[in-house]
């Protein structure tokens, strides 16, 4: 019964950190900003569960204020991201440093590959016996 409820658990527990990493994988991706602009673009990713900025001026963790609204930490600023009129995320504004940059979201497709071997070992953690 114990190690049932410690499978149930950990299931849980992966389920929550997977539906995270969705809710932030929308703000994912590359944004341009206009030719002139301090940083051209930013790359969005999602490291460790954390959503992160990545550009020529350097790395920042980005932590959720509101939703939309995040802190840019390493900056001292915000990214705000907007979307358009179907709610699905089409840009960002960034205020950090002294500086005012609004970005559009490339809209290039990123999919995500998971080798079979990774997928198998993953699946065998969950395995009740």
Do not use: C, W
């Not at 990123?110 to 969950?126: H, M």
């Amino acid at each position: 019964m114990k190690k049932m409820f410690l499978a149930f658990l950990m299931i849980g527990f992966f389920v929550a950190v997977r539906a995270q990493d969705t809710t932030l994988q929308q703000y994912t991706g590359k944004y341009k900003f206009p030719d002139g602009s301090v940083v051209t673009e930013i790359n969005v990713t999602i490291e460790g569960g954390v959503l992160t900025s990545n550009s020529s001026a350097g790395t920042s963790v980005l932590e959720k204020l509101t939703t939309d609204t995040f802190s840019v930490v390493s900056f001292q600023g915000t990214a705000v991201f907007t979307r358009d009129a179907n709610k699905k995320v089409n840009g960002v504004i960034v205020d950090a440093m002294g500086y005012h940059l609004e970005g559009t979201k490339d809209a290039a497709i990123s999919l995500v590959f998971i080798r079979p071997e990774v997928l198998k070992n993953k699946l065998k953690q969950f395995t009740v016996r």
